[in-house]
T-cell receptor, first 109, second 113 residues
Framework: KNEVEQSPQNLTAQEGEFITINCSYSVGISALHWLQQHPGGGIVSLFMLSSGKKKHGRLIATINIQEKHSSLHITASHPRDSAVYICAVRYRGNEKLTFGTGTRLTIIP | DGGITQSPKYLFRKEGQNVTLSCEQNLNHDAMYWYRQDPGQGLRLIYY???????QKGDIAEGYSVSREKKESFPLTVTSAQKNPTAFYLC????????????FGPGTRLTVT
């Protein structure tokens, strides 16, 4: 069964800390997505990547295809970064996305 | 502004009633999706449509129905056959199916009692 595992499930940190959220998957993929879900429920797409690294502001996403692993980093974390971060992958030969259960991040001022 | 709208934000229904959730997009996207989110679980795909007048079942289609009569609209009906309908429902769209980025609506929280 193709699954997506995220760790940690919950993460609490002080404002300013460097944050890392991890995602691992089981077989070859075409693309990996990082999504952000705020308390109201709406979801925003942060990154879509299939190799290497992408950066947007204080957010950095990396993927290691050989190890089947991706990380989402947040530098200089801020309370407004508090949200659930969701990893999703599209396995090769499959049109659909498979989602992880999310990492709940809380940044304390 | 371009985007996806879902209405209403909160919906309450009595058991045994069918209910239709609205999803509209003005992004000119071909593909649209319906997901269900339950606490502690990842999003699960209910139905998706890659083109007008065509749609496919996702992983948990039982008890749900959809239509795609217009490119902009992809309503989801939760029927009385759905055993556990209380959940958060998210609609999404993408330029085309498969490898394109998906854009999500704000979601509808359905409570059935």
């Amino acid at each position: 069964k193709n699954e997506v595992e995220q760790s940690p499930q919950n993460l609490t940190a002080q404002e300013g800390e460097f944050i890392t959220i991890n995602c691992s998957y089981s077989v070859g993929i075409s693309a990996l997505h990082w999504l952000q879900q705020h308390p109201g429920g709406g979801i925003v797409s942060l990154f879509m990547l299939s190799s290497g690294k992408k950066k947007h502001g204080r957010l950095i996403a990396t993927i290691n295809i050989q190890e089947k692993h991706s990380s989402l980093h947040i530098t200089a974390s801020h309370p407004r970064d508090s949200a659930v971060y969701i990893c999703a992958v599209r396995y090769r030969g499959n049109e659909k996305l498979t989602f992880g259960t999310g990492t709940r991040l809380t940044i304390i001022p | 502004d371009g985007g996806i709208t879902q209405s209403p934000k909160y919906l309450f229904r009595k058991e045994g009633q069918n209910v239709t959730l609205s999803c509209e997009q003005n992004l000119n996207h071909d593909a649209m999706y319906w997901y269900r989110q339950d606490p502690g679980q990842g999003l699960r795909l209910i139905y998706y449509s890659q083109i007008v007048n065509d749609f496919q079942k996702g992983d948990i289609a039982e008890g749900y129905s959809v239509s795609r009569e217009k490119k902009e609209s992809f309503p989801l009906t939760v029927t009385s056959a759905q055993k556990n309908p209380t959940a958060f429902y998210l609609c999404a769209s993408s330029l085309q199916g498969g490898g394109y980025e998906q854009y999500f609506g704000p979601g509808t929280r359905l409570t059935v009692t």
